[in-house]
C-alpha cells in the first residue's frame, strides 16, 4: 500500500524568501502600474497645453497680435508643453536604470531644465492669477483701478522678469547638484550611501530644499493672495445679482456662478500641487521605491487637470 501524497513542509527561511519575493514582484507590478499611469496624464497635459497653444497661435497669426490675456495663457501653456517632453524622458531614463546616481550628468541636464520649466511655470500660473484679480474684480480702491489700466502693458516685463528668476534659481539648483557629481567622483561611493556623504547631505538639508522653497512659495503667495482677493469680490458680486435677479435662472447670475466655481477650482488644483511639490522635495527618494512614483503621478494629475479646466471654461478656446 502506497503513502498518501503529502506537501513537503517549508522552513522558515525559504517562507520568508518565497514572502520576500512575492513583496518584490507587487512592488515591481506598482511601480510599473504608476509608472504608465504618469505617462498617460504627462500626454494628457501635453494635449491639452498644445491645444492652447495652437488655438492662441492661429488667433496671433491670423490678427497679429494678441491680447494681455491670450499672452499670458500662450506663455504657462508652452512652459507646461515644454515640462510634460522633460517629464517623460527623465521618467523613462530613472525608470530604465533605477538604481543610477541621482547626480550623474543625465539626470543633471534633466534636472535643470525640470526645475527651470516648474519654477517659470508656477510663476506663469501666479501671474495669470494677479492679472485675472486685477481686470475681473470689482474692487474699487484706487490701487486697483490705475493697476486695470497698467497692467496689459506690463505682462511682457512680467513674462520675462518671471524667466529671469526662475533661471536664477535653477542655476543655483545646478551648482549643488554639480558640487555633490564632483564630491561622488572623487569619493566613488555608492549611488544611494547617503550616510557616507556629508555634503551631500548637508546640500539636501539645509540648500536645495531652501532654495526650492524660495522658489515656488513667494508665486504661490502672490497667485493665492490675489485668487482670494478675487473670489471674495466676485462672491460680494454675485450675491448682489442674485438679490437683484430671480435667482439662478438668470443669466448673469448662473455666469458668475460659473466663474466662481472656476476659480476655485483653480485655486485647489494649484495649492495641491504646490503642497505636493514641497513635500515630494522634503524627503529624498531614491528611484526605484513606490514613493517616489507615488509623488509624480500626484504631480502631475494637477498640472493635467489644470489645462482642461482653462480649455473648457475659456469661451474662445473652446469654440476652437
Not at 533661471?167 to 567622483?185: E, Q, V
Not at 448673469?252 to 503642497?275: D, G, N, T
Request: hydrophobic fraction near 55%; proline fraction near 4%.
Amino acid at each position: 500500500m502506497t503513502a498518501p501524497f503529502t506537501r513537503p513542509i517549508m522552513s522558515i527561511g525559504e517562507m520568508s524568501r518565497g514572502h520576500t519575493v512575492l513583496e518584490c514582484q507587487t512592488v515591481d507590478r506598482t511601480v510599473i502600474t504608476l509608472f504608465i499611469t504618469l505617462i498617460l496624464l504627462c500626454l494628457v497635459a501635453m494635449v491639452g497645453n498644445g491645444s492652447i497653444i495652437i488655438a492662441l497661435g492661429m488667433k496671433w497669426l491670423l490678427r497679429r497680435t494678441l491680447s494681455a490675456h491670450n499672452k499670458l495663457l500662450i506663455s504657462l501653456a508652452a512652459g507646461r508643453f515644454c515640462l510634460q517632453w522633460v517629464v517623460i524622458g527623465k521618467n523613462i531614463y530613472v525608470f530604465l536604470n533605477p538604481t543610477a546616481f541621482p547626480y550623474n550628468v543625465v539626470i543633471q541636464l534633466l534636472n535643470i531644465m525640470w526645475d527651470f520649466l516648474t519654477a517659470v511655470t508656477i510663476w506663469f500660473c501666479s501671474l495669470l492669477g494677479f492679472f485675472y484679480c486685477v481686470k475681473i474684480s470689482t474692487l474699487t480702491h484706487p490701487l486697483f483701478v490705475w493697476l486695470k489700466f497698467r497692467v496689459p502693458g506690463w505682462v511682457p516685463w512680467m513674462l520675462l522678469s518671471a524667466v529671469g528668476m526662475s533661471s536664477l534659481t535653477s542655476i543655483l539648483c545646478f551648482l549643488g547638484n554639480y558640487l555633490i557629481y564632483k564630491d561622488f567622483i572623487k569619493s566613488g561611493q555608492q549611488p544611494w550611501n547617503v550616510t557616507g556623504d556629508s555634503l551631500r547631505v548637508s546640500l539636501e538639508k539645509f540648500y536645495f530644499f531652501y532654495v526650492k522653497m524660495i522658489m515656488w512659495t513667494i508665486p504661490t503667495a502672490i497667485f493665492s493672495i490675489f485668487m482670494v482677493l478675487l473670489l471674495v469680490s466676485l462672491m460680494k458680486h454675485t450675491k448682489k445679482t442674485l438679490l437683484t435677479s430671480s435667482g439662478l435662472r438668470d443669466v448673469r447670475a448662473q455666469a458668475h456662478v460659473k466663474a466662481l466655481l472656476i476659480l476655485l477650482s483653480f485655486l485647489i488644483l494649484f495649492i495641491s500641487c504646490f503642497l505636493t511639490l514641497v513635500l515630494s522635495s522634503a524627503s529624498s527618494t531614491p528611484f526605484q521605491e513606490f514613493r517616489y512614483w507615488m509623488w509624480q503621478v500626484v504631480v502631475h494629475l494637477c498640472t493635467a487637470l489644470h489645462p482642461i479646466v482653462i480649455l473648457f471654461s475659456n469661451p474662445g478656446l473652446k469654440v476652437a
